[in-house]
C-alpha cells in the first residue's frame, strides 16, 4: 500500500492522522516500511496494525513513544535495526526535507533556541526536534509556544550536571564512561517522571 492509502484505512479511527504523523512514526523507528526503487514508501497490513497500535495507545493512554516502542516489541517483536552505521549529519536543504517542514519553520527553531547547527550541519536530535515541531503545528503550537518546554529541559540538564560533575573532577580513570552511564540512566529517569507529570496534569484538564 501507498501511504496515503494507509492513510485512508485510519482516518476513519482516527480522523487527527496525517502523512506527516505517518512520517513521523517513521523516523522515531517505530514503523520500517520498505521503499520501492524510485524512493516510495510501500506499507502492510502489518503496517497498519502498528499504527493503530501506537495512536490508540496515545490516544487512550498518553503514553510517550519510548514506552510504546517497548510495548510493540512485545506485541510484534523486534524491529531490524534502523541505519546506524553512520551518524547523521545533514545539511539545512536535507534536514528541511527529511523533517517535512518549510525554511520558515527552521529559522524560527533556530531563532528561539530549539536547535542549533553544528559547522552548517544539524545532528540526529536536531531532526526529531524538527520533526516533532511540525507534528506539533498540527495543533496551532509553533517554536515561539515552546519556550516553557525549552526552558524545563535546560532546568533538568543542569539537574544531571550537578550530579554528573563530582564524578569528572575525580580524573581517575573511567570517569568520563562512568558519569556518561550516569547521566543516561538519569535523563532516563527524568523523562519517566516528566512523562508522568504531564499525564497526570492532562487528565486533571479532561477532568479525569
Do not use: C, W
Amino acid at each position: 500500500m501507498s501511504i496515503g492509502e494507509v492513510l485512508a484505512l485510519l482516518r476513519s479511527e482516527f480522523p487527527d492522522v496525517t502523512i506527516s504523523k505517518i512520517r513521523f512514526l517513521e523516523g522515531e523507528g517505530l514503523i520500517e516500511p520498505e521503499r520501492s526503487p524510485s524512493g516510495f514508501r510501500k506499507f502492510t497490513h502489518l503496517h497498519v496494525e502498528q499504527l493503530r497500535f501506537i495512536l490508540t495507545e496515545q490516544r487512550d493512554h498518553y503514553l510517550p513513544l519510548r514506552v510504546i516502542k517497548d510495548k510493540m516489541a512485545e506485541s510484534f517483536g523486534r524491529p531490524r535495526a534502523v541505519q546506524q552505521a553512520q551518524e547523521v549529519k545533514l545539511s539545512r536543504a536535507e534536514l528541511l526535507e527529511r523533517a517535512g517542514i518549510d525554511d520558515e519553520t527552521l529559522t524560527e527553531l533556530e531563532d528561539y533556541g530549539l536547535l542549533a547547527p553544528v559547522a552548517r550541519r544539524y545532528d540526529e536530535e536536531a531532526l526529531k526536534i524538527a520533526r516533532t515541531v511540525g507534528a506539533l503545528a498540527r495543533f496551532g503550537l509553533h517554536a515561539r509556544h515552546l519556550r516553557a518546554v525549552k526552558a524545563a529541559a535546560e532546568r533538568e540538564a543542569g539537574l544531571v550536571e550537578q550530579t554528573v560533575a563530582p564524578i569528572l573532577k575525580r580524573r581517575r580513570p573511567g570517569a568520563i564512561g562512568e558519569a556518561d552511564e550516569v547521566a543516561r540512566e538519569l535523563s532516563n529517569l527524568l523523562l519517566d517522571l516528566h512523562a508522568s507529570l504531564v499525564r497526570t496534569e492532562v487528565r486533571s484538564v479532561l477532568g479525569r
